[in-house]
């Protein structure tokens, strides 16, 4: 039986008085029955690394470089993120991928920098709804998936993943638990083709959650919690949603 894990991505939003209260709402709800994380701006690492130590809620980060150290303005190590104490670097966030160009190989460098410094990468993948319309879901994140696969080698089977269909992301517009639970298990399969950790491994599923659609997502067979956006910055609807996968 794999434990549940929910993870709060907090995008580009917060201010130090917001995420001390959301932080100490969120130490105070504890025991949560699942695993639960925040991914914060690389900015307020330092202060949840402060609050949340002593709790058994981890944190992380949005994004993570590729390089270990050199002439790469404006990006954030594993090192560094390491330091900070972050179990956790989401990395090909289909936000990176839209606004920031960001390709499959790249990712899985990202990836790869996060597991060479101990931070568990939280790789997404996704199909547009274009790409959805075509019938090209399958072929879209079997290919984003196998770029991670290749490059992690044999530490694949350490890495989160997550699908987020890019047209659940922010829209309200949820995938329905059994278009969810299809592609968990085409993922799962790939992953199973690829390391004999594959049913250990969490395959998170992102895309509008809230607490009223939460408990039937998580009840799906390889859908084994969430990666949470909007419903992340308010205490009530995220503690709510931690409590539907725990
Ligand atoms: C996300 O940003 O990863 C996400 C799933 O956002 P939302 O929950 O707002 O759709």
Redesign the pocket.
Known sequence: MRRKLVVG?W?MHGSRPVNAQLLSALVGARPYGCDVAVCVPFPYLSETAVALTGSDLRWGSQDCSAHEQGAFTGEVSAGMLAEFGCRYAIVG?SERRQFHQEGDQLVADKAKAALGKGVTPIVCVGETLAQREAGDTEAVVKRQLSAVIHTLAHCAGEMVVAY?PVW????GRTATPEQAQAVHALLRAQLLAATPRASEMKILY????KPDNAATLFSQVDIDGG?????SLKAADFIAICRAAG
């Open positions: 991505n995008k966030h987020e659940a992301i922010g829209t992102g895309g509008s959650v990666l949470i956006g909007g419903a």
